[in-house]
Structures are given as structure tokens and as C-alpha cells.
């Protein structure tokens, strides 16, 4: 065996201090380790053993590098709690009933509150509202009739051009003619619903799954089947294998990146696998697709509409987390139900709002939508990083939190015996909303589990604000 240099020496030396520095809490989860040559010139080493060590860090997952940005801690081997479980739901199909449940947190969610966990919106001092407020002021000046008459059912022209380039993003070779834009994300979703089935049909939705997609199952009169959902990967194939040849579903319904509330991305090869197994059963998958650009990684994440070849993919997706939650700015790309979706859109509301279409056109055109959001993407993966710090300091030991991969939510299982529904009620007093897990299935309860938004831009008040929370969890194990 080769005798180690003295410099594998050195950058193990420092490799182990730095270590020891994470383990102990001195440098916390999201924390930024010096640059590179600031390392050597501490350590009086060269900047090959500088990298060697955190080379060496970066392998074992403690610290991770960021593009241009340097090297932050990542993870800590001694701290972090196990996954949350992933949960079966029983093999029924449910006539949804959440409104009432919805409601009563929606009463929260609105309320101007001190510690807000619940709305999963990100913070607004990170999106760029002067960009945005020049490019409203543009179209009222230079808009044919400013923005006051009624545009394209379709969608603003300009608007579908740049919603096409950014398909782009994901490998997408989209048409304009082929985008039909909508009030928020949501909204496409529905109108996928409305295109592609009739009242008491049956679909097979994600479990857990964003409560809004819940509301448009109850409202439309639909049945639900839950497939289970892992929180790394997502759906669960195998289990959706089995519900397709069980029941008549007439439609699927995922996020395949970043799920709301798990956070899970499904790996590319299980998105084609999607795609071919609901090609073959003739079934369409609305793919909700809405925090795809909110990735932590190097690149972003591929659709599942990536590999629809025949058109059985309905695509929807928003600026509603990325950009401008106000603007309501949707869209979806039908594939072969474009003329149902289309007819929809027509009855539903003639056109989306004509003014903050082309003020969003006007700005993807020329304002800089890509270097927004690669300062949005790290301080939401720093912050994301920092409320989990915080998690795991502040609640009970035997506490599971998810490794989101994108987006802004954590899903945090609390032990056994805690209520969130309950806790919620007590932390609302004390300043504090969270979303109880119930409200994400029809079937399973949850009721130990809750979602946490990260949205807020992270400082020392938050962190007493889950502290806070996690002092009424502790209560409530007792």
C-alpha cells in the first residue's frame, strides 16, 4: 500500500476539524464554509489541499458545493432524524370531503399571524417586484388598449411564446399555439379534470397531495384512489400498476417534482416509466409540474411531458411560486385534449386578466427570469436547510422530517401520540400557523403529521418561532 503524502495528511487533518465543527453545532446546517483560498491561507496550505479536504466532505454529504456561490454545510450524521413513513392508503376509492377541514385552516392561513408556516408562498422581499411593477407601467403605456379589453382566450400571445422557451428548461420542444394560459396552476388542473372526466368518475391521485387537489375532486363530483408516495422518489408505480388494473380510472394526477407537502422528485426513469404504463392503459396524467424550477441541484429536473410522445401528458404549471402569486399567471399544455381544455377555458372565464399577462410577457422578455431564479433557488435551499436545523433542535428527538429536493415545504412527522389538529388550534394562539397533515389524503389520517413552508426568508425570529412550536409538540407527547 502507498505510504499517504503529507498533504493527504494535512486535508484529512482539516477535513476532521471541520467535521468536528458541524458535529458539534459550530457550524450549523446552511452555513457557508470559507472560500477556497480563504481556507489556505488560514490553514498556510495550497488551494489543491484546500479542495482535497473539502472534496473529501463533499463525499461523505456533509458539505455541498453550489454554483458560483462557494461551499455551504449540508448535513449532519449525528442530528438528522430519520424519513417520514411512507403510508399505504387502503385500496378503496372515497367520495372526497374536505371543504369544511380546508376552510378552517384557510381562516388561518389569511389571517396576518406572526409566525406563518402554513402559507407556502415564497417570501416577497425574494421576488422582483421592482422588475415587475416597470413591466406593469410599460404595458399600461404601451399596450394597444392598456391592458383594459379582453385578450385571447388562448392566452396573450407574447406570454405563450415565453412560456414555450421555457419549456426549454426541461427539454421540451413546445409551440406556442399549444400553450392555453389560466389563472394559476391550479385552475389548469381543474380544467384537465373537467376535460377528461364526468361527475362519479374515478382518479387516481398521489398520496399525500396538495389539499387544492382535493377541492377539485370534491367539487367536480369525482371518486379519488390514493397511490402511495415515497418521499425521496414519489409515486409509487408499482402501487398505481395495481390500482389501474382494479379500478376504471380515468385519470391520473401527480407531481412528479417536489411534491406538495413530501418535497420528493421522481427519478427520470420512473417519469418515462409514468408515462409509458398510463400510454398503454390510455389514460391521461395531469401533471402538475408547478415547482419544477425551484430545484436544489445543478439542473432541472425533466416532466414527465418530456416523454409523451402521443399526447396522453396534460402539463400545467405557474408563476405563481417562482415569480408573482398575485399575477395568476397559468398554463397548461393539453397534448390531445387541447379542444376540450380550450372550449373550457372559453366557458369558464373568455380569457385570464389581460393586463398582468403582458406585463409578465414584457418581463421574461427582458428581465432577467433565469438570474431571479438562481438567487430564489439558493436562498430557498439555504432556508430550507436552516428550518430544518432548526427542526431538529427544537422538537422532540424522535421527530422525522423529509429532504426536500426543491420547493419550499417540509413534511414533518411528530411522534404517535400528538394531534396536529389539536396542536394547531394552541399554536394559533401563540402567533403560530401549520397546516395539519389530514387535509392532504381523503383516507389516510396524518394526524401526527404536519407541513411546515420555508418560504420566509430565514432569520433569528423564525427560529424562535419553531422553537415555539416545538416546545407545544413536546407539550403535547406528554
Known amino acids: 500500500m502507498k505510504t499517504p503524502t503529507l498533504p493527504d495528511h494535512k486535508y484529512l487533518q482539516i477535513a476532521d476539524g471541520i467535521e468536528s465543527l458541524i458535529n458539534t453545532d ?14 489556505a491561507e488560514d490553514y498556510n496550505i495550497s488551494t489543491g489541499t484546500a479542495f ?16 458560483k456561490s462557494g461551499y455551504y454545510v ?6 438528522f432524524p430519520a424519513l417520514p413513513k411512507s403510508v399505504q392508503p387502503d385500496a378503496h376509492r372515497h367520495a372526497v370531503s374536505v371543504k369544511d377541514v380546508i376552510a378552517d385552516i384557510y381562516s388561518d392561513i389569511a389571517a396576518a399571524i406572526k409566525w406563518n408556516f402554513a402559507r407556502a408562498v415564497p417570501d416577497l422581499s425574494l421576488l422582483p417586484t421592482s422588475k415587475l411593477n416597470k413591466a406593469v407601467v410599460h404595458t399600461l403605456r404601451h399596450h394597444k388598449d392598456h391592458g383594459i379589453g379582453y385578450e385571447h382566450t388562448q392566452g396573450n400571445p407574447e406570454l405563450r411564446k415565453q412560456i414555450a422557451k421555457l419549456a426549454f428548461n426541461w427539454g421540451g420542444k413546445v409551440k406556442p399555439e399549444e ?8 385552475e389548469a388542473i381543474t380544467t384537465c379534470l373537467k376535460a377528461v372526466t364526468n361527475p362519479g368518475d374515478t382518479v387516481a391521485v398521489e398520496c399525500p397531495a396538495y389539499f387544492g387537489v382535493y377541492q377539485a375532486i370534491e367539487s367536480l363530483g369525482l371518486k379519488a384512489v390514493e397511490i402511495s408516495s415515497c418521499p425521496v422518489s414519489g409515486l409509487d408505480l408499482q402501487c398505481l400498476e395495481k390500482t389501474l388494473k382494479k379500478f376504471s380510472i380515468k385519470a391520473v394526477l401527480c407531481v412528479p417534482n417536489f411534491n406538495n407537502p413530501l418535497g420528493s422528485c421522481m427519478p427520470d426513469a420512473n417519469k418515462k416509466a409514468l408515462v409509458s404504463l398510463i400510454t398503454k392503459h390510455k389514460i391521461p396524467l395531469i401533471e402538475d409540474d408547478i415547482y419544477g424550477e425551484l430545484y436544489f441541484g445543478k439542473n432541472r429536473p425533466k416532466t414527465c411531458k418530456h416523454f409523451d410522445k402521443e399526447g396522453w401528458v396534460m402539463h400545467c404549471s405557474s408563476l405563481s ?22 372550449q373550457l377555458k ?13 406585463a409578465v410577457a414584457h418581463f421574461l422578455q427582458h428581465g432577467r427570469y433565469e438570474y431571479h431564479l438562481k438567487n430564489l433557488r439558493k436562498a430557498l435551499h439555504t432556508q430550507c436547510l436552516r428550518y430544518s436545523g432548526s427542526v431538529i433542535e427544537h422538537f422532540p428527538p424522535d421527530t422525522k422530517i423529509s429532504r426536500p429536493q426543491g420547493g419550499f415545504v417540509l413534511w414533518v412527522e411528530l411522534p ?9 388550534s394552541d399554536a394559533v394562539k401563540q402567533g403560530i400557523a401549520v397546516v395539519p397533515g389530514k387535509i392532504f389524503s381523503a383516507s389516510c389520517d396524518y394526524e401526527n403529521c404536519l407541513r411546515i413552508s420555508f418560504g420566509k426568508l430565514w432569520n433569528e425570529d423564525v427560529d424562535v418561532g419553531l422553537k415555539l412550536l416545538g416546545d407545544l409538540v413536546k407539550k403535547a407527547t406528554k
Open 26 to 39: 459550530v457550524l450549523r446546517i446552511g452555513d457557508k464554509l470559507p472560500s477556497v483560498r480563504t481556507l
Open 52 to 67: 482535497q479536504a473539502y472534496y473529501h466532505l463533499e463525499g461523505k454529504g456533509l458539505i455541498e458545493s453550489r454554483p
Open 74 to 79: 449540508r448535513f449532519n450524521y449525528k442530528r
Open 179 to 186: 400553450v392555453v394560459v389560466t389563472n394559476g396552476c391550479l
Open 321 to 342: 411560486k417562482s415569480l408573482a402569486p398575485g399575477y395568476r399567471i397559468g398554463w397548461v399544455l393539453p397534448g390531445k385534449f387541447f379542444t376540450e381544455v380550450a
Open 346 to 358: 372559453r366557458i369558464q372565464n373568455i380569457s385570464s386578466p389581460t393586463l398582468t399577462q403582458a
Open 416 to 424: 404517535g401520540n400528538v394531534d396536529v389538529f389539536r396542536l394547531r
